[in-house]
């Protein structure tokens, strides 16, 4: 170390050479190394997020092709002709509680206890437990909350859910 490199003041020497601690310096060139391996395996390695994404949309369109078409059944129209059962029938039932489980657990719950939409379990309802004002309900909607399934649902879907809900 040269005189030039120490400065004297009052008595004290100070060393005026300013390197950055060791361990600043390996990481610094660290870092450099870890970046240019990064860079050439991203670069070589063929990976991109659009093969990645297409992928994903093949596997996706693979398991939702195997789910039936809703529109490939045609719900059962009533007709004048036939009486009602005093009960519903077991397969009714069934598509009942489909339908529920498709277009209203989402917010009522899988219990129909209430979630995000009310609780249809109850006694009373704000517009009314009978059927006119549950089918008003669900064919068109109420308070921008509860969405209209009118264009969604045939009449014979909506009066099967209204059957339903008025059991729960």
Do not use: Q
């Given at each position: 170390m040269s005189n030039s490199d120490q400065h004297h003041a009052?008595?004290?020497?100070?060393n005026r050479e300013r390197r950055p601690p060791v361990y600043f310096t390996v990481?610094?060139?660290?870092?450099?190394?870890?970046?240019?391996?990064?860079?050439?395996?991203?670069l070589l390695s063929g990976w991109s997020s659009e093969s990645e994404f297409k992928e994903k949309m093949t596997a996706h369109q693979g398991q939702t092709a195997v789910l039936p078409d809703k529109t490939s059944v045609p719900a059962p129209v009533p007709t004048a002709t036939t009486s009602a059962p005093s009960s519903?029938?077991?397969?009714?039932?069934?598509?009942a509680k489909e339908l529920f489980a498709e277009n209203c657990a989402g917010c009522h719950g899988e219990d129909a206890k209430g979630g995000y939409g009310s609780d249809l379990t109850k006694d009373k309802f704000v517009f009314g437990k009978?059927?006119?004002?549950?089918?008003?309900?669900i064919a068109a909607g109420r308070n921008q909350k509860m969405p209209a399934f009118a264009g969604k649902l045939s009449d014979a879907e909506i009066d099967t859910l209204v059957k339903l809900i008025l059991e729960l």
């Open positions: 009052d008595g004290i020497v100070e990481l610094f060139y660290g870092l450099i190394v870890w970046g240019v391996i990064f860079i050439a395996y991203y519903t029938p077991a397969m009714a039932v069934k598509d009978n059927a006119a004002a549950v089918r008003e309900s």
